[in-house]
């Protein structure tokens, strides 16, 4: 979702055809493959009339949208990325129409900048799948604007924003997450792509970062931003076959080298972003020493190791795990991480590991996700109160976008 959009390559629809907008980077490069060519989709394409009567969604009129966000004013922007800029708005509750600034349910207006990277292919995509999937760890479309050249999506109001945020942000508000509550937010990640994973026709949601995982109040975690989302290989195929699309840093190996994408290219990314939230380093961190900018590279030799996983973990949860905890956890990510998606293991199979983390009682480190940490001198998120959730929504940080 915009909210959480990064710097990113431009998507290309999953169930329509046409042709398709070219990959391009924040400076205008090309980066499309050229060799990758685009599969025949699992179902017929269906027109955008038909993807929109078929969805339970609202269809709201510009004008609405323009006064649900009072004129989309520069102090309503809670993020922008690639689609635009998405707005704090209010509706009724029940009549689902603008409400006055303050009153009604908040929600986020995601606006489509028709200069920008993404289009409208992938609005109709995130219409497609977000409008006939409803899970608790998917974040809700509650409807959508097709008005004139006027493109817009209405979602559920997330006041805590993004797991990026939380992971990478400094600040008075955003306090390092705890221990429970990053084993918290990954399960319900987990759960998410695991949903999608075992959906009738399986999805592909080929997008899997911090980024697009959205927290609630309760820090449940939900997964946003469809534009890429691409249906599974049926039949007796074992892969489908696209133009690479995706961010650096989460992408499977196997993808970025050959255009084939399985589910096991999301169990990839999900072992990416595991590793982020064990370590709290970015995925691909120029920043870093030399031999550290690619955390994947630079972390799985230690994973393995039970007495060298200290070097990967993040030194601000300190105290709030025990070793026998961290080794599994950082053992999960390892194999998620395989080179070979074979040995990887499935999101059932990522959920049931993790719960069992979840569940796992140790001393100073309960299932309670208010954990408090033995050193008061560290702060995490859980260790300290709700605050005021009127900042906890910012505007998102650009994550760099880098190619090999």
Excluded at 68 to 86: W, Y
């Amino acid at each position: 979702m915009g909210i959480c959009l990064s710097a990113r390559i431009k998507a290309e629809s999953p169930c329509h055809t046409g042709g398709s907008s070219k990959p391009v980077s924040t400076d205008g490069n090309d980066l499309s493959r050229s060799s990758s060519k685009a599969s025949s989709v699992s179902v017929p394409p269906r027109s955008e009339g038909e993807i929109l009567q078929s969805s339970n969604l609202k269809s709201f009129s510009f004008s609405d949208l323009k006064m649900s966000t009072r004129n989309f004013r520069p102090d309503s922007v809670l993020g922008e990325g690639g689609f635009g800029s998405v707005f704090k708005g209010w509706i009724d509750e029940n009549s689902l129409t603008a409400s006055k600034p303050g009153t009604g349910t908040v929600i986020a207006v995601k606006r489509l900048n028709q200069e920008g990277l993404q289009g409208h292919k992938e609005w109709l995509a995130e219409v497609n799948y977000l409008g006939q999937f409803y899970h608790r760890h998917l974040v809700k479309l509650i409807g959508y604007c097709l008005e004139d050249e006027h493109r817009l999506l209405v979602y559920e109001f997330m006041p805590r924003g993004s797991l990026e945020n939380h992971l990478f942000r400094r600040g008075s508000y955003f306090q390092p997450l705890s221990w429970n509550l990053r084993l918290k937010v990954a399960l319900g990640a987990a759960k998410g792509l695991a949903f999608l994973h075992g959906a009738e026709t399986k999805v592909i949601y080929r997008d899997f970062k911090t980024s697009n995982i959205l927290l609630d109040s309760n820090y449940n975690a939900k997964l946003s931003d469809f534009g890429l989302a691409k249906d599974g290989p049926t039949g007796d195929k074992s892969h489908v076959s696209t133009r690479v699309m995706g961010t650096h840093g989460y992408a499977a190996p196997e993808y970025l080298a050959t255009g084939h994408l399985t589910a096991r290219s999301d169990v990839y990314s999900f072992g990416v972003v595991l590793l982020e939230m064990l370590s709290g380093r970015r995925a691909v961190d120029k920043n870093r020493p030399s031999g550290e900018h690619n955390l994947v590279e630079w972390a799985k030799p230690y994973l393995a190791n039970k007495r060298k996983i200290y070097r990967v973990l993040d030194n601000r949860l300190e105290g709030q795990y025990t070793l026998d905890v961290a080794y599994k956890a950082a053992n999960l990510a390892l194999r998620c991480l395989s080179t070979e998606p074979k040995f990887r293991p499935n999101m059932d199979e990522v959920v049931k590991e993790l719960e069992e983390l979840h569940d796992l009682k140790e001393t100073g480190n309960t299932r309670s996700d208010q954990t408090s940490a033995p050193k008061p001198r560290r702060r995490s998120a859980g260790d300290v109160g709700n605050g005021n959730t009127a900042a906890a929504y910012p505007r998102p940080s650009t994550s760099p976008l880098y190619t090999k």
